[in-house]
């Protein structure tokens, strides 16, 4: 069974920059396609990015095209988000998961997530 471990999240002002990494024991990425998503305080969990297992392809929420960027890197079984132009309502729980369906559709086991703050 995978486990997923997020990293890389914090504390940054509004405009600043977070790189998320997710790391994963037990299996390898390379056979799947992955999402970031995320759960805001008092919100449901939502779609952020995904991304096909070659890398070719991705798709992002409206909220957040052309300011994320999900990446990964097969080799070290790791997969990325470039946050910039960060704003207050980013501020979540970020997750990452395998995909049981293009573009946006989670498995059902989550791990512990990475916290990002944006404040204003």
């Known amino acids: 069974q995978v486990q997923l471990v997020e990293s890389g999240g914090g504390l940054v002002q509004a405009g600043g920059s977070l790189r998320l990494s997710c790391t994963a024991s037990?299996?390898?990425?390379?056979?799947?396609?992955m999402g970031w998503f995320r759960q805001a305080p008092g919100k449901e969990r939502e779609f952020v990015a995904s991304?096909?297992?070659?890398?070719?392809?991705?798709n992002y929420s409206d909220s957040v095209k052309g300011r994320f960027t999900i990446s990964r890197d097969n080799a070290k079984n790791t997969l990325f988000l470039q946050m910039n132009s960060l704003k207050p309502e980013d501020t979540a729980v970020y997750y990452c998961?395998?995909?049981?369906?293009?573009?946006?559709?989670?498995?059902?086991?989550w791990g512990r997530g990475t916290l990002v703050t944006v404040s204003s």
């Open positions: 037990g299996r390898a990425l390379s056979n799947y396609h």
């Open positions: 991304i096909t297992w070659s890398g070719e392809v991705t």
């Open positions: 998961n395998l995909l049981k369906g293009w573009p946006r559709y989670p498995v059902d086991a």
